[in-house]
């Protein structure tokens, strides 16, 4: 399937480091969406990269795309402790209409 | 700000029994799914709403489970009878557009059940 596969499994950081999340797929998409999903709550999407851009910003937010690698990132900046949380990417693959999510990268900001 | 709907929050059943869950999309999203989510892994889709026609549900485990958008709105989930490996979040999530360039999905608060 298209799951995306994310590494590391869990980080921990201190607060005001940068955090960098790993994303990995097999086929060719169409699009890359990163999610967040705090502990027993439902997951907010957080930014979207279409196949032909190669990198992509929202405020601490800084998001890589390498089609040639099937490879994204997700780099955090100056983390807060309101950051930890699962982060999930979601590749969707060039036929179709359905996201298959991995197990996410699970990230503790410590004060 | 609208929001993805779901209701009840939290369920415990006995093994056996049938359990339903609620979804209410964003006014006007054109595309509903289901998820289930086992602890520490992440969302499986179940079935995929286009209006009130599933265009997939090839994940959903049918001996059990039955999904419906009679209206094309509000959804329902069904699992009948609950098994123990049934213990799960399940998600709801709505896009608005229909083609796949921009289909952000925004998600419900889940629907925790517990089958004892």
């Known amino acids: 399937s298209q799951q995306g596969e994310e590494d590391p499994q869990a980080l921990s950081i201190q607060e005001g480091e940068n955090a960098t999340m790993n994303c990995s797929y097999k086929?060719?998409?169409?699009?890359l969406q990163w999610y967040r999903q705090n502990s027993g709550r439902g997951l907010v999407h957080l930014i979207l990269?279409?196949?032909?851009?190669r990198e992509k910003h929202s405020g601490r937010l800084r998001v890589t795309l390498d089609t040639s690698k099937k490879s994204s990132s997700l780099l955090i900046t100056a983390s807060r402790a309101a950051d930890t949380a699962s982060y999930f990417c979601?590749?969707?693959?060039?036929?179709?209409?359905?996201?298959?999510f991995g197990t996410g990268t699970s990230l503790t900001v410590i004060p | 700000e609208a929001e993805v709907a779901q209701s009840p929050r939290y369920k415990i059943t006995e093994k056996s029994q049938a359990v339903a869950f609620w979804c209410d999309p964003i006014?006007?999203?054109?595309?509903l799914y289901w998820y289930r989510q086992i602890l520490g892994q992440g969302p499986e889709l179940l079935v995929q709403?286009?209006?009130?026609?599933?265009?997939?549900d090839s994940q959903l485990p049918k001996d059990r489970f039955s999904a419906e958008r009679l209206k094309g709105v509000d959804s329902t989930l069904k699992i009948q009878p609950a098994e123990l490996g049934d213990s799960a979040m399940y998600l709801c999530?709505?896009?608005?557009?229909?083609?796949?360039?921009?289909?952000?999905?925004?998600f419900g608060p889940g629907t925790r059940l517990t089958v004892t």
């Open positions: 999530a709505s896009s608005l557009r229909r083609d796949r360039l921009s289909n952000e999905q925004y």
């Open positions: 086929t060719s998409i169409n699009n």
């Open positions: 990269i279409r196949s032909n851009e």
């Open positions: 979601a590749p969707l693959q060039d036929t179709g209409n359905q996201f298959y």
């Open positions: 006014s006007g999203h054109a595309t």
């Open positions: 709403f286009q209006d009130e026609s599933v265009v997939d």
